[in-house]
């Protein structure tokens, strides 16, 4: 069965960074777009940034550009968010999605941007 286990989360003081992983099992990862969510208290679930199958192309939310990098290794099935310069509305549980003939997600892994 497809598997999305996100880990990296934690508590960083703005201006800091943090590298959150995603290993997946159970499908054919090398063929399908990756791409982080996240959610906030309050609020609703939103996309942060994707990577297709190749890794050639990227898309980020305007409120992340020139912060976060999101990669892909296809030899170990997993992908990847670099966040740096965290602010604090950053702070929310961060998912990894996948499209494979239905929705698939992680069970989230908590990110706290505070001093």
């Known amino acids: 069965q497809v598997q999305l286990v996100e880990s990296g989360g934690g508590l960083v003081q703005p201006g800091g960074s943090l590298r959150l992983s995603c290993a997946a099992s159970?499908?054919?990862?090398?063929?399908?777009?990756m791409d982080w969510y996240r959610q906030a208290p309050g609020k609703e679930r939103e996309l942060v940034a994707s990577?297709?199958?190749?890794?050639?192309?990227?898309n980020y939310a305007d409120s992340v550009k020139g912060r976060f990098t999101i990669s892909r290794d296809n030899a170990k099935n997993t992908v990847y968010l670099q966040m740096n310069s965290l602010k604090p509305e950053d702070t929310a549980v961060y998912y990894c999605?996948?499209?494979?003939?239905?929705?698939?997600w992680g069970q989230g892994t908590q990110v706290t941007v505070s001093s």
């Open positions: 159970g499908f054919i990862f090398s063929k399908y777009t």
């Open positions: 990577i297709s199958y190749t890794g050639g192309t990227t």
């Open positions: 999605h996948t499209l494979a003939r239905r929705n698939y």
